[in-house]
């Protein structure tokens, strides 16, 4: 127990809601601040450049659609990972997964010969098996050999980097792209449709929501789920319960490449309407998902909030870059700093402050001072 | 005889005698929710064997972690041969003559004896450091009785081993006064008999030893004084000379307690559980049972003894489907179970009471009432297809709450903040309502305080009562003794001998459990 | 020995060394129990910040020093989060990742493009101190007292804080001085291999170097052969340029990582890792 003020801050057992609440928007913002520095370093005024940013994406009408367009693909990977997290598996391979969505969907859009109300679903089902295909491989490592699967999953993030690189320098190559490297665009038919005005593909933002709601029911009501939890929290009782870890892990890990998959079809379907070159398909938003998921302290539904801040964080980081003139690893920087706030500040959610004055007369210096 | 009341001292701590060596005053230690320590006072003098007594839970070993710096006292202070001391680190502990052997030795299991105790000490050079080591080793066991092989990795080492290496951690650093957490909780009576010589030799060398200790007969045998220790405070310091075990108890209680459980003559109805020339291997791949077989008839309890690491927990995880078994078969109610999976082997009719209630029978975050159903989710009531209800899992909760008497706020309640004891009386309860033929209990009331474990074990011996074939694994002698009705003892992965409860006696089990066969 | 053997022989070594330098540091971080996976993140800010004080200076080796500095200083970030908030360490090792990509992609905006003047040889004294610094921290962690502190506060840091040693002192320190070396790794790239800036231009190599670390078993003679061997196959991907698609061929040293952690993990499932490797450490917690 510490006495600071008239506060008294304790031990907690069980966080509150607000006080986690509380104590991730406290990390978020002391994050802003230390990136002020940045500005600063930059011969900007932090203040002024804060300002630049509100008035470039959430004070403008034309602007604001772009944090939900920019939400989507993050939206569709943060709930999968919060699925991969909540059984204990450290999915970094979104971005990986997401590519090989783009790229699944992509091979249906230029190659399939379907009548066109199919070709649309045919994405989304190939972006969804690639991507979860791209995340089996590293779950059967892990779970047969023991293959650490951060290691792992990134290295597949690479491997799909480099394959996408591969397939729009050679082989999907465009005929009519005149040299560039990037697939010819696809036909009508495997245009997502936009809300008017913006470039919000809204049937993958509709997705990205029914699968944060389905994923919640799933977790909470569902045998998979609580399998899914029991695995995650403490794998040792539910070997003991009889859970299969295989089946239990593998369930929670095609769900969630998948969903990285049908973000990447999103962005093909819905933004580029062609395969180029992979750092222009996903701008991050693989890894930027894991602060989406982090954030949600294991809640899918939470993650829609979570990937909203993501989104606005990723047009902050346009604004910045055109309006500031600022380099485009400024988001990453943004990210970066907002991840470790936000686990450095996780320590204070064991405890909690509690208004109680020290009566007159009783020093505050007297009350006992304890670690934990 | 003088006996100290808590609270009560007022005058100056001064040392009273020359032979003082420590002296702990009004030491408390709260922590969340709890008073661990509520003004202890404890002095030893040299050449005493001083036991601290208490009941699991009762502050003991929380006592000596403020001694040993682990740590900080909320008040209280501590004396070290009549200087004022303040320990903030073990390190400070041991620069001050203090050595600690703890219950759950704290070694590194992959490394030698030597490189264990050549961690952190200094003197040593810094280039091969381990060199040196070895004839110290020597020297010092041969001049206190502990022999042990320097070279040897811990993990390939008996528990009485390795706590040999623990003692002369601290004595190879000069530990004047060493403290003792349950020593004896994992050797056989021999091994304990041995280790008393050690500390006897110990304290003609004028150390003071601290005797941490809930059994009232091995307290009884060695210690010179004892200081009893109750809900965190003292209720007595006393000379061992004119009292009895009967009024130690009281003291340590605060009631008097059965020496002897009620016990009724079994009344066995066939067989239960059967295991026929069962091989399995351990986590090395070495065989760790070798070819061992075992029968528990319906209607009694089958308690096995032995020391820890002769293929217990294999035993255990094999009969309760946790581990292939190589050869052999297992069988319940004429039901083959061997190699079957954990569900499988569960609905099949085999409880398991896990060893690690923490880390196996419980997810910690989970709710009281998820971990209720840990087992039979997938069962009506609780499961309607691959949708779980959750109102019948919270009302079969909340009658297993009220049955088992499991203190807890609510079903909703994580699993995490119940007491050791509502744990396990969690667990249990899960396990006994699902009407099983066979319970496998491995140490089912380590850790626990007397009332705790009075009502694991009527709850067990209800069952047996019912004709439920009961499989106890414990460490704990006593423990064995007393509920079984037949002991078989495990040694080096094989029963090598089955004694009637009539017939058994420690000092018997004691040979068999070091390989002397019955 | 023909030429172009000479060749193929050096540049391999040249690649393998900030391999080596990184797997090195990543060793004894992860032997006092503290994963960090901010290895790429420290490269990358070791690598422009050589490149910065290099080019100012004019002197390479400061450029190195400037790299180190900036590596240990990372770290100490990732070490204090990790050890001191007992955070979750593989996220904290990613934000750290995340934070010298973006850090070092705005800083060395200006720096793109220009070719440095003083530089070091490709295969330099850093690569035969990789080798020198690699028996000397095995015999460090074998043989001697210092060493055995190292490895039992991986192994078990409540034995090894019963014995007075500062669990958290050895942790900081392991941590330091893996960003210390990560960061001389990632100056090696834009001072020696490849005498420029640009931005990302460690592509990964980060990442390999933690995945040398496991499995040479933390042994840090073992991580010679490691690092030699994914230096061979880095430089095997630029020999092959004629015949293979480069694009696929840069896929090779990531797929054969996985492939080398699938066939090392095998029958050795938790052996050799530290056994509290990725747990914080709590003095006195029940």
Redesign the interface.
Known sequence: MRRLGPFLI??A??PTGAWTLGVSVAAVVAALIAAAG?FW??GLNPLTAYATIFAGTLADRRAAPEIFRQAIPLLLCGVGLVLAFRARF?N?GAEGQLLAGAAGATGVALFAPLPDPLVLPAMFLAGALAGALWGL??TL?RMK????E???T???N??AL??V??LV??PWKGPTAFGFAYTDTFRDAAWLPLLPGTRVHWPTLLLGLALAAALAFFLA??????EI??EG??P?????????PLRTVIAAMLISAGAAGLAGVGEVAGIHHRLLFPTQVSLGYG?AA?IVA?LARGSPLASVLTALFLGLIFSAGDTMKVTLQ????????????I??FL??S??LLRYRVRWAPARAGQPAAEV?A??? | MTVAQAGTHSSPPAPRDASEMLLLRDITK?F?GVVANDRVTLDVRRGEVHALLGENGAGKTTLMNVLYGI??P??GEIWVRGTRARIRSPRDAIALGIGMVPQHFLLVRRHTVAENIALGLPGESFVFPVRGIGARIEELGARYGLAVDPGARIFELSPSEQQRVEILKALIRGARILVLDEPTSVLTPQETRGLFDVLRRMKQDGHAVIFISHKLDEVMAIADRVTVLRKGRVVATQALAGTDKRALARLMVGRDIEFRLPKTSPHTTGEGLLIEDLVVLNDRGLPALRGLSLAVRRGEIVGIAGVAGNGQRELVEAV???RRATRGRIRVLDHEITNR????V?EAGVA?V?E?RL????????SVA?NLV??T??QPPF?RG???D?TAIDRFARRMIAEYEIVTPGPQT?AR?LSGGNIQKLILSRELSARPSVIVAAHPTSGLDVSATEQIHTLLLRRRQDGTAILLVSEDLDEVLALSDRIAVLFSGEIIGVLDEATADRERIGLMMMGQRG | MPEWLLTTVSRAVAVSTPLLWAALGEIYAERTGVVN?GVE?MMILGAFFAFAVAQTSGNPVLGLSAAAVVGGTAAL?HA??AVT????Q???G??????????????G?GYEGTPLVNTLPEISGLTYLGFALAVLLWFVLYHTRAGIVIRSTGESPAAADALGVNVYLVRYLAVVFGGLLAGVAGGFLSVAYRPSWT?GMTA?LG?IA??IA?FSAWDPLRAVWGALLFGALFHLSFRLQALV?P??L??LP??F??LV??VT??GR??QGVPEALGLPY?S??K
Do not use: C, Q
């Open positions: 304790e031990p057992l069980v940045l370093a930059f450290w970094i491989l590293p490592l050999l023991d293959v650490n951060v290691i792992s990134l290295m597949m690479y491997i480099f394959f690189d591969w320098h050679g009501r569902t045998r998979l789920g609580f939890r029991v929290e403490n040792t009782a539910a070997r003991y319960a009889g859970i299969d890894y894991i982090w600022m380099p485009f690893r400024v988001t990453d920087v943004f990210n970066g700093l991840l470790f686990i450095g996780e320590r006992t304890g670690g934990d | 709260t969340p740590y900080p909320d008040a309760t489907g946790l999976s954990a569900r499988a569960f398991h896990p690690d880390r196996m029978g419980i997810v910690p975050s989970l998820e840990l087992k989710y997938r499961s691959p949708i779980i959750r994580p903040l | 996976l993140g970030l204090f989060v908030l007992r955070a979750n593989y996220v904290s990613l934000a750290l990742a995340m934070l010298g990509l973006g850090l070092s992609g705005v800083l905006r931005e990964g990442w933690i995945a496991i698609a694009e696929a840069r896929m990531f797929a990582t996985i952690l699938a993990a095998r499932r938790g709590t006195g917690e």
